[in-house]
């Protein structure tokens, strides 16, 4: 096996890993069962904090 042919095998190998990991993650992030954690996940940023300390 020569350096070409390693490398066009590696390439090949990186790219179906990222490809799967890609899916993996979108699979996991639209799983039903995850709705409610980034649905609060997303209003984190807009709840109003009444112990902050800028407040009054």
């Known amino acids: 096996m020569d350096f070409?042919?390693?490398m066009l095998l590696s390439k090949e190998f990186a790219l179906i890993l990222f490809f799967l990991?890609?899916?993996g993650i979108v699979a996991?992030?639209?799983l039903p069962g995850n709705k409610n954690r980034f649905e609060k996940a997303g209003r984190m940023a807009l709840d109003d904090d009444k112990t902050s300390p800028m407040q009054d």
Do not use: A, G, Q, S
């Open 21 to 23: 990991v890609f899916v």
């Open 4 to 6: 070409d042919t390693l």
């Open 28 to 30: 996991y992030v639209y």
